[in-house]
T-cell receptor
Framework: EPEVTQTPSHQVTQMGQEVILRCVPISNHLYFYWYRQILGQKVEFLVSFYNNEISEKSEIFDDQFSVERPDGSNFTLKIRSTKLEDSAMYFC????????????FGQGTRLTVV | AQSVTQLGSHVSVSEGALVLLRCNYSSSVPPYLFWYVQYPNQGLQLLLKYTSAATLVKGINGFEAEFKKSETSFHLTKPSAHMSDAAEYFCAVREVYNQGGKLIFGQGTELSVKP
């Protein structure tokens, strides 16, 4: 069964460092997303991406964040200068469409900023 | 703005008992509604979704949910809980007119199943 894969599963970084979280969405999907879940809190939307551009982003997704689909298969989330409060589980998701289409989620990357 | 409320951050039931997890949404236009399950150290897996075809929706693992427009609710039920149902459950909505497809999640409900 096709699945969304994320690497690494866990990343520890020092405050102020740049991190790149990687995702391989399901191959025929057209919409890509990043969500995050701070420990003990709900899953929050960060950004949606379609047709090689951001279609929507949340207030959380400020200038420190960027997304890219560099090669037609990978979908990356970059955090330019990490803060302690960026520590969270980051989930990538993809879907064939919007509306009633199911979003398929990866296993997540646990980011710990120290 | 659209919001999703899940009543009860923790629900505990005995094995074999009814499971009822509550979800209410806020919009006046009924959105698309989803229930996801998250097992420890895993991603989110779709249990079921409401897409306006039928108000009672059946999902995987014996779960079902009923959409009630008058109550703006989409509660998740399972007649008989199994130990393997212990997990975190998230209700999510996608607004009908949203072009980007984002999901808005509730706070989650952790289900414990006692033997």
């Amino acid at each position: 069964e096709p699945e969304v894969t994320q690497t690494p599963s866990h990343q520890v970084t020092q405050m102020g460092q740049e991190v790149i979280l990687r995702c391989v969405p399901i191959s025929n999907h057209l919409y890509f997303y990043w969500y995050r879940q701070i420990l003990g809190q709900k899953v929050e939307f960060l950004v949606s991406f379609y047709n090689n551009e951001i279609s929507e982003k949340s207030e959380i997704f400020d200038d420190q964040f960027s997304v890219e689909r560099p090669d037609g298969s990978n979908f990356t989330l970059k955090i330019r200068s990490t803060k302690l409060e960026d520590s969270a589980m980051y989930f990538c998701a993809s879907s064939e469409g919007t509306g009633r289409s199911e979003a398929f989620f990866g296993q997540g990357t646990r980011l710990t900023v120290v | 703005a659209q919001s999703v409320t899940q009543l009860g951050s923790h629900v505990s039931v005995s094995e074999g008992a009814l499971v009822l997890l509550r979800c209410n949404y806020s919009s006046s236009v009924p959105p698309y509604l989803f229930w996801y399950v998250q097992y420890p150290n895993q991603g989110l897996q779709l249990l079921l979704k409401y897409t306006s075809a039928a108000t009672l929706v059946k999902g995987i693992n014996g779960f079902e949910a009923e959409f009630k427009k008058s109550e703006t609710s989409f509660h998740l039920t399972k007649p008989s809980a199994h130990m393997s149902d212990a997990a975190e459950y998230f209700c999510a909505v996608r607004e009908v007119y949203n072009q980007g497809g984002k999901l808005i999640f509730g706070q989650g409900t952790e289900l414990s199943v006692k033997p």
